[in-house]
């Protein structure tokens, strides 16, 4: 089975569009929560989800919930605050309601997959080999996916304590013993790459691969001012911080 794993989508429709054709068949599609907030086109990415159906196995991150019910918003920076807001007022009440029901945490294939961590599902950026160890003990299953800090990133146990193994891109890791798979972010990279960042997982070989692709960043840069967007949101996307 292949498993597309996606993160951090933020309302970038353009940038989903590129990494769905650039994956190419998979068997599911994984994601890791922030699937809104930022971007112009909040509604159009989950209308392009919905067509995926059943393909899909998703959890909520801390822009959702914000964007659903106003949750968090208070600990949101000025930009991510106004840009939740906006996609609150722009979704319908059925958009709203399909983001609230999203679970904190939901379980497939061997992996249980988060936004943040499983010590704080929403909220917490795992970036050192100590938290993963946290979130990798206590996953019911042997791998965990997780997404929040906008960067690729794999953890795994070698002997009693997790440590960070490499995240190149388009080379198959191997993901034997407990693992924790941050793909990146779609819609909104942070490691200096603006290019659009996902992972395969493919189970038959037992590997994950970290991937980019290039797409119209432009174009998403001009939506977002056109939608009265804070123009800082446009910018970070032609440097991918
Ligand atoms: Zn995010």
Redesign the pocket.
């Given at each position: 089975m292949i498993a597309l794993l996606l993160?951090?989508i933020?309302a970038n429709l353009a940038a989903l569009e590129a990494v769905l054709a650039s994956a190419g068949k998979v068997d599911a599609v994984w994601v890791m929560?922030?699937t809104v907030?930022?971007g112009p086109e909040p509604g159009q990415v989950l209308a392009l989800l919905h067509e995926l159906g059943p393909l899909v196995v998703a959890v909520a991150?801390?822009?959702d919930r914000a964007v659903a019910t106003g949750e968090g918003l208070e600990l949101f920076n000025p930009y991510a605050a106004e840009a939740a807001r906006l996609h609150r007022s722009w979704l319908s009440v059925a958009e709203r309601d399909l983001l609230a029901s999203l679970p904190l945490t939901r379980q497939a294939d061997g992996f249980t997959l988060c936004?943040g961590s499983l010590r704080d599902p929403l909220w917490e950026y795992v970036t050192t080999a100590r938290q993963a160890q946290e979130t990798l003990s206590r996953s019911p299953t042997p791998g965990a996916c997780n997404?929040?800090t906008?960067v690729p990133a794999l953890f795994r146990y070698e002997g009693a304590a997790a440590v960070r193994d490499t995240a190149t891109v388009d080379h198959p890791h191997p993901l034997a013993g407990r693992v924790l798979v941050n793909p990146g972010?779609v819609g909104?990279p942070r490691d200096g790459d603006p290019r659009a960042a996902y992972a395969l997982l493919d189970t038959a070989s037992g590997t994950i691969t970290f991937r980019r692709t290039s797409y119209d960043v432009d174009g998403t840069q001009r939506r977002i001012r056109e939608r009265r967007l804070p123009p800082f949101l446009a910018d970070r996307l032609a440097v991918g911080r």
């Open positions: 993160a951090d933020h929560g922030d907030g930022y991150g801390n822009h936004h997404g929040h906008h972010s909104q």
